[in-house]
T-cell receptor, first 115, second 109 residues
């Protein structure tokens, strides 16, 4: 049982480049989330998906797109990276259905630097 | 004003000490509350949920005060391994989890 896995672990991009962060969970969880963590700011929710086929904006969605490919996988895409997107990105999953709240299990994170 | 506020610390305490952290939240409709622990350069992990009646897990006690909109975490008999950042998390509804910036704790021998 790997839990939540994320790839890549580290990435350096130039301004304007695009990339996709991958996340997968093997716990059969319904909900999946993408967060970013910046110094002094705490984790902020970018997007979440309460079930396969649905996605919703979180607190800071601008500059990102997501895709819930199936129940296991939830990807985050930066279409045109900007230095302000330099951050640590965490994917998480939980059993909770829409409207619920449950323990979130986090992946190890992706450290992204945009030059 | 941030939705969830915590004293960033750092709290530096000797082994065996008792230490308490508080967290305040702004949304009175918030539904559920949690404490997570995050080690340096690692992912957050659930420490405990926080219930209205208060709850205890070994050396850790969590309390919720809905009237004053704050949550507390008490750690008794601190161990070196308790050194970490403690994140206060509030579910404002519909799976919208809001995290505090964290309180850093260092337990020294």
């Amino acid at each position: 049982n790997a839990g939540v896995t994320q790839t890549p672990k580290f990435q350096v991009l130039k301004t304007g480049q695009s990339m996709t962060l991958q996340c997968a969970q093997d716990m059969n969880h319904n909900s999946m989330y993408w967060y970013r963590q910046d110094p002094g700011m705490g984790l902020r929710l970018i997007y979440y998906s309460a079930s396969e086929g649905t996605t919703d904006k979180g607190e800071v969605p601008n500059g990102y797109n997501v895709s819930r490919l199936n129940k296991r996988e939830f990807s985050l895409r930066l279409e045109s990276a900007a230095p302000s997107q330099t951050s640590v990105y965490f994917c998480a999953s939980s059993e909770a259905l829409a409207g619920g709240a449950d323990t979130q299990y986090f992946g190890p994170g992706t450290r992204l630097t945009v030059l | 004003r941030k939705e969830v506020e915590q004293d960033p610390g750092p709290f530096n305490v000797p082994e065996g000490a008792t230490v308490a952290f508080n967290c305040t939240y702004s949304n009175s409709a918030s539904q559920s509350f949690f404490w997570y622990r995050q080690d340096c350069r690692k992912e957050p992990k659930l420490l405990m949920s926080v219930y209205s009646s208060g709850n205890e897990d070994g050396r850790f006690t969590a309390q919720l005060n809905r009237a004053s909109q704050y949550i507390s975490l008490l750690i008794r008999d601190s161990k070196l391994s308790d050194s970490a950042t403690y994140l206060c998390v509030v579910n404002t509804g519909n799976n919208d989890m809001r995290f505090g910036a964290g309180t850093r704790l260092t337990v020294k021998p």
